[in-house]
């Protein structure tokens, strides 16, 4: 498992960017653990703070940067992969871990970023090294510049300090309650409202240490005059980060700093002491701009001369958002038939795209694979949707970066995001970003907790309920249409959380209803005959089609139907069941079984799914609304944990009268059989969908064009 965030056993956490080098480096007998990202120049070095986190803190600003430079990171001494010595953790040693760290990645000259306690030994580098730095970022630095935060005064080694509030900077306190000191220590860090996971980041981080080592770590040799002098030998371009509303390191202080090194002041207005986690995309510009990385198109087009174009960013979490999306933009042509779409997807919608012959953008090779992610989150058939969804904020910060590049080099006059959550959250977070017409189209509105997560989980989702209806709330113009794939019969009628709104009434307040899209007319599978023939498919065979959608999490799902066949064609004679394992699980890895067609990824599955007598697939909404409306049978297994499929998904069905919940638990291959065989024979009573729905879309985002 990867450093930091703790995660269920038996669950891996995936990287947006892995290293390109790593190693050790031994200074007097002490292990320092680095990584190298990306290549060119110049390169990028991220210093390490306090020894109460490691190199992780950094996760928001590596990838980014490492497209555009070469980045290296350390731990610092005391935690992370570094050794945890005894003693040794003044400024001076750190700055000499980092100079043999230099010295091992061959990095003659770098601009060093620093947070916190950090900018000590960045101080220390640059004042007695200044050939090996060309610049300096001090986030939220820690220097013993007045002033201090009047709360923080207490005594470090007093044995009977209360554990409350400030007391715990306590030596005593830290022994007797390691993590209370870390959770109320990083809530002072992360004072901007919704900051839940940046906390438990830390809180993790922190725990890979130890009371000891972090007591040693009070030892300084520096003091104001030695900051005077040492700042007085620093010749780099100095660029100073602070919150202003920073409980650690009052901002007074980081301004002063600034005004000593002759640098420049970065003020982060509302901000605490850690914008690189909680304001990371202003970070990852402000370093950019300072490393001169940001770009300069060497062009600029008139508006006369410039075509209609649109930025279509499509969702890799099901295929179903694929294909919607393409009915949608082919909707639009036919409104604008001189608009240009370039589409950011990643694999397997790419297949998708590719197929059909649209137009992908060149950077969709650099977005860190979401799909990847939630297979590393999976269990047999369990995905815990919410969990897996905040373990990603790396992936979404590094491929929001992505979009933002390609949005600023180049003009287009819209971006369509279909339950893109990276672009839609940090759009909100930094409104000023918006330089074109927006539209946003998601299936569900709302997080909801599983009932096995108690009043933890309830508490976090309805957090990030709260911070969505405040991002909406505060500036409503950043999405100038938001469409939910649907009708407002199909939303839950349940709370986003306590004190808060019902998700229907809201959402019928900020959405528009085109209705269900699809990407076909159910009329054209209304005589199944000629179609059956033309896949290959006799009429006399009862056909079971078994899909699990663009991930490998439905493996287990299709082990347990290849298991139940045997009994299923006992039972039906009939029967043919043809397996698709889709584009990320090998056919050949299932257990072959006579008698059953195994295939990879299906181009247009639904018309398969149109004309089979049985559909057994996961919970995911595209297949089951696809299956509902060509009135096909179907057994729809949600995932464990999954909120979506057990809440949003089953609602919408149940209205729809559609389909047959199973529980795999309890769905044995006999249980299963008998249900693939009672369901082929029971009398159907769907709700029709309303047709129609993608040329309603297009025309409610042709109006913006």
């Not at 990584?35 to 986190?53: L, N």
């Not at 009862?542 to 006992?570: D, F, M, N, Q, W």
């Amino acid at each position: 498992m990867d450093r930091g965030e703790r995660a269920p056993a038996g669950i891996g956490l995936m990287r947006a960017r892995e290293p390109d080098s790593q190693g050790i480096v031994e200074r007097d007998g002490i292990h320092i653990a680095w990584e190298v990202f990306g290549r060119g120049e110049p390169t990028i070095f991220f210093v390490p703070t306090w020894s109460i986190v490691h190199s992780r803190v950094w996760k928001s600003q590596v990838p980014h940067l490492a497209r555009h430079a070469r980045v290296v990171t350390m731990d610092g001494r005391g935690n992370g992969g570094s050794d945890r010595p005894s003693t040794g953790y003044d400024e001076r040693e750190f700055a000499a871990d980092a100079l043999a760290v230099m010295d091992a990645t061959g990095t003659d000259r770098a601009i060093v970023v620093a947070l916190s306690a950090g900018a000590g030994w960045a101080l220390v580098l640059a004042a007695e090294h200044p050939d090996r730095v060309s610049g300096l970022v001090l986030i939220a630095p820690a220097l013993p510049i007045p002033p201090r935060h009047a709360n923080r005064q207490t005594d470090f080694d007093a044995p009977d300090l209360p554990d409350v509030g400030w007391a715990r900077y306590n030596a005593h306190s830290w022994r007797r309650d390691h993590r209370g000191f870390l959770e109320f220590f990083f809530g002072q860090c992360l004072t901007e409202p919704h900051s839940t996971k940046q906390i438990e980041d830390a809180v993790g981080w922190g725990l890979e240490t130890d009371p000891e080592t972090l007591i040693a770590t009070q030892e300084s040799i520096l003091d104001l005059g030695a900051v005077r002098s040492l700042a007085a030998k620093v010749r780099c371009p100095v660029l100073v980060i602070h919150g202003t509303d920073d409980a650690i390191i009052p901002h007074g202080r980081g301004a002063r700093t600034a005004d000593l090194l002759g640098g420049r002041l970065a003020a982060i207005e509302g901000g605490g002491h850690f914008p690189n986690a909680r304001d990371p995309v202003r970070t990852n510009l402000l370093i950019e701009d300072f490393a001169g990385l940001a770009p300069r198109p060497s062009t600029w087009i008139r508006g006369r001369s410039r075509r209609r174009r649109a930025l279509f960013i499509s969702s890799p979490i099901g295929l179903g958002h694929a294909q919607r999306d393409l009915a949608i933009a082919q909707a639009l042509r036919r409104r604008q038939p001189d608009l240009e779409i370039d589409w950011l997807a990643q694999d397997p919608v790419t297949r998708v795209l590719s197929a059909n012959g649209e137009r992908i953008h060149p950077a969709s090779r650099l977005l860190a694979s979401e799909s990847s992610h939630l297979e590393s989150e999976s269990a047999e058939h369990d995905l815990h949707c919410f969990q897996a969804w905040r373990r990603m904020d790396e992936i979404l910060v590094s491929n929001f970066m992505v979009f933002y590049d390609v949005a600023r080099a180049e003009p287009y006059d819209l971006w369509i995001g279909d339950e893109a959550w990276e672009l839609d959250y940090y759009l909100h977070e930094n409104p000023e970003l918006k330089t074109a017409a927006y539209v946003w189209l998601t299936d569900f509105v709302g997080w909801l907790p599983m009932p096995d997560g108690g009043d933890r989980e309830a508490t976090l989702t309805a957090d990030y309920n709260a911070e969505m209806i405040e991002h909406i709330a505060r500036t409503p113009r950043i999405r100038d249409r938001a469409l939910f794939v649907g009708g407002p019969e199909d939303i839950v009628p349940d709370a986003f959380g306590p004190g808060l709104p019902r998700i229907r009434d809201w959402t019928e307040s900020n959405y528009r209803f085109p209705g269900y899209i699809l990407p076909f007319d159910p009329e054209a599978f209304r005589e199944a005959a000629g179609i059956r023939d033309e896949l290959g498919y006799r009429a006399d065979e009862k056909l079971c089609v078994v899909s699990v959608g663009g991930t490998s999490v439905g493996e287990h799902l299709l082990r347990r139907c290849i298991a139940a066949y045997p009994e299923a064609k006992r039972r039906m004679p009939e029967l043919r069941m043809v397996v698709v394992s889709g584009p990320r699980i090998d056919p050949a890895s299932l257990p072959q079984v006579p008698g059953i067609d195994y295939r990879p990824y299906v181009h247009d599955l639904y018309r398969h799914l149109a004309v089979c007598d049985l559909a057994i697939v996961q919970g995911g909404l595209s297949t089951t609304m696809e299956l509902t409306a060509n009135r096909r049978p179907f057994l729809y297994f949600p995932l464990r944990h999954h909120f979506e499929q057990n809440f949003h998904v089953r609602w919408r069905l149940d209205h729809h009268r559609a389909g047959r919940c199973m529980d795999y638990d309890t769905a044995t291959p006999e249980v299963l059989a008998a249900a693939m065989v009672e369901e082929m024979s029971r009398p159907l009573d769907y709700r029709a969908i309303e047709s129609g729905a993608a040329d309603r879309a297009a025309q409610a985002i042709a109006d913006l064009l």
